[in-house]
């Protein structure tokens, strides 16, 4: 519920205070007025607040934030990362049979699906072969492992974990094998079944990585495991790494930034079918290209329904708004984590006559810096990672594979600020908005943050499955391992291990 403090101070003095006093008495008589004055304003304040209570989007009270509020993040305070094996954890083995792996997906679908290939191996008692990386999703990326990860790293820091070769050996590489497609969000039993293909089989063939294992309800080692194999491991390849260290310097440079992951592109509002402020001709163009994307199955989508349902991206516009209104100056420094924005410059606009200060990859490094990037979609969305999980605050537009890797690893490193915008209840504000039954201003503003206090990624324990959910349709409504993984990688020192249970 709202509830914006009230204020009921007056710029002009009282009249009581004018009085000239001369005796004693006078003065008796003064402070016997001030108390009685006093009690009286008290209660009449108490009124207030209890009528804005009540009806909240009736204040118009004065709205102030301090920069603690708008960019610290006090939340990290005792927690750890924790990854360490436990004394019950053994060391690997040797074997003489390999998993070979397909990754799918984007960058972050890809590195999750390669933590989760990682414990895989570990409970199948495999060698696991360097994972191939996808080719032919949207982005037609031609990178391989090592253009993307430090592989030597990858191999030598997972050397107690699990044994990790470059390739196959040369004898087994026209051997029969396995092609298995591994039922998602699996538990500890459904692999130590899968040991028996090793009867017949001395490689396996995963073709699809992504959300192999379950979120919850498996040993803490494994998952222990996941988190070296994600935020240890899976290291970026040195020159992404070192480009991604300039740039962050460079915003750094110029005091704090928000790191925005502003889901505007093409692919994205086709696939979910949101239209919100767009052309009829764009509109048309977006839903020609759902129907020929075959692996789209959803094709007929009601934009309005998307949009006020809350699983539309927030357009531009509405960021703009929306940070605006949380209390952030024109003069913030915001990094656009995207790929190229729909509509360009014409939705682009409105959030950068808010925040002039609006910097893309392609404007904070050179042509030459990029150069060796380009046509590198899983590159340069390693480069927007980097930045992003280094920001002083983090704002997704919308849920994805970023936005839940992102969060994740910047609650593993200390519960850094992540922003998560209510979709669902900022298009209610939003359309209140174009109807001209609310105004942007500090009612809007009070309303919004008071919207956000408990989405600024403070610690929590997962989310599990919704409510009604059944089978395995409630593991797909879990809340992600890798976008919270505490409390199996995140521990808390001891004398403020109360605060959390």
């Known amino acids: 519920m709202v509830n914006p403090r009230a204020s009921s101070s007056s710029s002009s003095p009282s009249p009581l205070l004018r009085f000239r006093i001369h005796t004693p008495s006078s003065i008796s008589q003064c402070v016997a007025l001030l108390l009685a004055f006093s009690t009286v304003l008290f209660f009449f304040s108490q009124r207030q607040i209890a009528e804005v ?32 094996s436990t004394s019950r954890y053994a060391a690997p083995q040797n074997w003489d049979r390999y998993l070979t792996v397909r990754s799918n997906g984007g960058l972050n679908q890809m590195r999750t699906g390669i933590a989760d290939m990682v414990a895989v191996a570990r409970l199948m008692n495999a060698t696991l072969v360097i994972p191939q990386l996808d080719k032919r999703s949207f982005w037609q990326d031609s990178s391989i492992f090592a253009d993307i990860f430090d592989e030597l790293h990858f191999i030598k820091s997972l050397q107690g974990d699990v044994r990790i070769v470059q390739e196959l050996p040369r004898e087994l590489e026209s051997a029969p094998r396995a092609r298995k497609h591994f039922t998602s969000w699996s538990g500890v039993s459904y692999y130590e079944e899968m040991v028996r293909l090793w009867k017949e089989y001395r490689v396996i063939h995963v073709p699809k990585s992504d959300s192999r294992l379950a979120n919850s309800g498996l040993p803490i080692d494994i998952q222990k495991l996941r988190c070296r194999a994600l935020y240890h491991a899976l290291r970026f390849a040195a020159p992404i790494e070192s480009l991604g260290k300039k740039l962050v310097e460079r915003l750094q440079s110029h005091g704090r930034y928000i790191a925005l992951h502003l889901r505007y592109e093409k692919d994205m509002l086709s696939f979910t079918g949101c239209t919100y402020g767009l052309s009829d001709m764009e509109a048309e163009e977006l839903r020609i290209m759902r129907e020929n994307t075959n692996h789209w199955k959803l094709k007929k989508i009601d934009s309005t329904e998307q949009r006020i349902g809350g699983y539309c991206p927030l357009t531009p516009k509405e960021v703009g708004i929306f940070l605006q209104a949380l209390g952030y100056p024109p003069s913030t420094w915001i990094y656009i984590a995207a790929g190229e924005i729909y509509g360009g410059d014409t939705y682009l606009a409105d959030l950068r006559s808010r925040f002039p200060n609006l910097v893309f990859k392609e404007t904070l490094a050179t042509t030459k810096e990029l150069q060796n990037f380009a046509s590198h979609a899983s590159q340069t969305a390693a480069l927007d990672y980097i930045i992003s999980v280094e920001s002083d605050v983090f704002v997704p537009s919308y849920t994805g594979n970023m936005a839940r890797a992102v969060e994740g690893h910047r609650r593993f490193l200390g519960h850094r600020k992540t922003i998560s915008p209510d979709r669902r209840g900022l298009v209610e504000l939003f359309d209140m908005i174009e109807r001209g039954e609310l105004k942007e201003g500090q009612r809007l503003s009070s309303l919004i943050t008071e919207m956000h206090k408990f989405r600024s990624g403070a610690p929590r324990k997962r989310y599990g499955s919704l409510p009604g959910s059944k089978g395995r349709a409630r593991l ?17 020192s001891g004398k403020n291990s109360h605060m959390y249970r």
């Open 53 to 84: 209570d009540r009806n909240p989007l009736s204040s118009e009270e004065s709205f102030s934030v301090s920069k603690e509020q708008l960019w610290g993040s006090s939340f990290g305070y005792g927690y750890y990362p924790c990854v360490k």
């Open 476 to 492: 797909r409504t879990e809340e992600s391992f890798y976008e919270n993984p505490f409390p199996e990688c995140i521990c808390l």
